[in-house]
Every structure is written in C-alpha cells, then in structure tokens.
Nanobody, 119 residues
Framework: QVQLVESGGGLVQAGGSLRLSCAAS????????MGWFRQAPEKEREFVAL????????YYADSVKGRFTISRDNAKNTVYLQMNNLKPEDTAVYYC????????????WGQGTQVTVSS
C-alpha cells in the first residue's frame, strides 16, 4: 500500500506563509498524481490543488489560485504545498492524497496536518 505523511502545519497570522510537505512510500512516486485537500470544522472536504505525475501540469481551486503553489520532488518522493498570503478562511486540516490509476480517483490519503490562520 501507499503511505502518505503530511507535515508543516501550524499557526500563522493572516498574510503569512506556510509550506506543507507530504512524504510518500510504498509505490513508485512518479506513478501517482498527487492532490491536496482540506476540511474546515463542520464543513465538507474540498479540493485545493493537484499536480500530475510528471509535475508538468497543476490545477488549483479558485479560492487559492495565485496564493498557493503545489510542486513535487520525485527524487525525494515528496509533494509540497506552498501557501502564501494566508487568510483565516484557509484554516483547516490539510490532507495529501494519491491517485495511482490516473482516473481522478484518490486511492490513498494521509492523516492530515492542521493549519490555523489567525486574524
């Protein structure tokens, strides 16, 4: 199986930045498209960003476009989410997910890392 472990969450003031990391193991990392999702308290989990297997293409939710950047380092089996100009509404648990079939179905999920943005 694939194991995903997120890290890098924490407390930050509005306007600040955080960089999340997701370390993957158990599969060839380059075979997996990777995504970031988030879930705020009492809200549904929502899509944040995805990156294709080669890293050639990225996609973002409108709410984070221009502020967040997803990237990957296949040599380190790690995907990143650079979050700039954070807003209180970005507060959520952020989850890393892997799509091993290339079918837009996310097969594996990490445990999540908390991001809290204060105003």
């Amino acid at each position: 199986q694939v194991q995903l472990v997120e890290s890098g969450g924490g407390l930050v003031q509005a306007g600040g930045s955080l960089r999340l990391s997701c370390a993957a193991s158990g599969r060839t990392f380059s075979s997996m498209a990777m995504g970031w999702f988030r879930q705020a308290p009492e809200k549904e989990r929502e899509f944040v960003a995805l990156i294709t297997r080669s890293g050639a293409r990225t996609y973002y939710a409108d709410s984070v476009k221009g502020r967040f950047t997803i990237s990957r380092d296949n040599a380190k089996n790690t995907v990143y989410l650079q979050m700039n100009n954070l807003k209180p509404e970005d507060t959520a648990v952020y989850y890393c997910a892997a799509d091993i079939g290339g079918d837009d179905h996310y097969d594996y999920w990490g445990q999540g890392t908390q991001v809290t943005v204060s105003s």
